[in-house]
């Protein structure tokens, strides 16, 4: 790590050895392009922190997120990250993931081209989620939410859109079969919203009073609009 860079006298504080490594990973997260291979010999605290800081400043890539990140990830937020299908790849490692944001806050993802199969390889490998947004995944179908259903027992929200809960807005290929799958495998969603998805007909409203009916809490809030 001392070999990884170099520091001027002047910028270390004597007697502060916190300042002199949150300024050690400042200059690795400006000049990651440089070090991206040695990262991945870091300590996961010491990745942690690099996690935070590169995903604050979209700097998470296809390059590098599989350098930085290890097994006991519980939440990555790479919003304004710029990412591919291989990118997303790389967050199969994370097996005690809880909360991911792939919502893009500026645009849809268009460099995500399969977004099914990117889902449901999370889906699989990160059984313990429990916040999801992919709002801006707009190319999703049932698969995606299928996969959710059946592989993740602890979730409790997923968002498809720009808001919380579940909120499915604008997905062509969604269908009956994925509100009904939601319902079936996540009793822990209490909201649910899906708006312009022209394949979500009657019957997913009436499977929803069905098993609203049966399940031990009530729904907090259920609005739809049925083609």
């Known amino acids: 790590m001392s070999a990884m860079v170099a520091l001027k006298v002047s910028d270390i504080v004597f007697g502060t050895v916190s ?3 949150d300024r050690c ?3 690795l997260v400006i000049n990651w392009q440089s070090y991206v291979d040695e990262m991945v010999e870091l300590p996961p605290n010491l990745k942690d922190r690099f996690i935070y800081l590169m995903s604050k400043r979209g700097l998470l890539n296809d390059d590098n997120l599989g350098k930085v990140l290890h097994s006991k990830v519980r939440t990555l937020d790479l919003s304004d990250c710029d990412l591919s299908d291989r990118g ?6 994370c097996t005690h993931l ?3 944001d792939l919502n893009a806050s500026k645009e849809s993802r268009t460099n995500i081209t399969s977004d099914d199969v990117a889902i449901e390889t999370v889906s699989r490998s990160c059984p313990q989620l429990r916040l999801l947004n992919i709002g801006g995944c707009n190319n999703i179908t049932d698969r995606s939410l299928q996969a959710l259903g059946q592989n993740c027992k602890f979730l409790k929200s997923v968002n498809l859109s720009n808001t919380q809960e579940i909120h499915i807005n604008g997905c062509q290929g969604v269908t009956d079969e994925a509100v009904e799958a939601v319902m079936q495998f996540c009793p ?3 909201i649910l919203i899906f708006h312009g998805c022209p394949n979500i007909t009657e019957q997913s409203r009436q499977a929803l009073e069905d098993l609203t009916l049966s399940r031990s809490s009530p729904m907090k809030q259920v609005t739809w609009t049925i083609y």
Do not use: G, R
């Not at 997303?88 to 490692?93: G, K, M």
């Open 98 to 100: 809880q909360k991911i």
């Open 188 to 190: 822990q969603i209490n």
């Open 25 to 27: 990973i400042q200059i």
């Open 88 to 93: 997303l790849q790389a967050i199969c490692q």
């Open 19 to 21: 300042t002199l490594l």
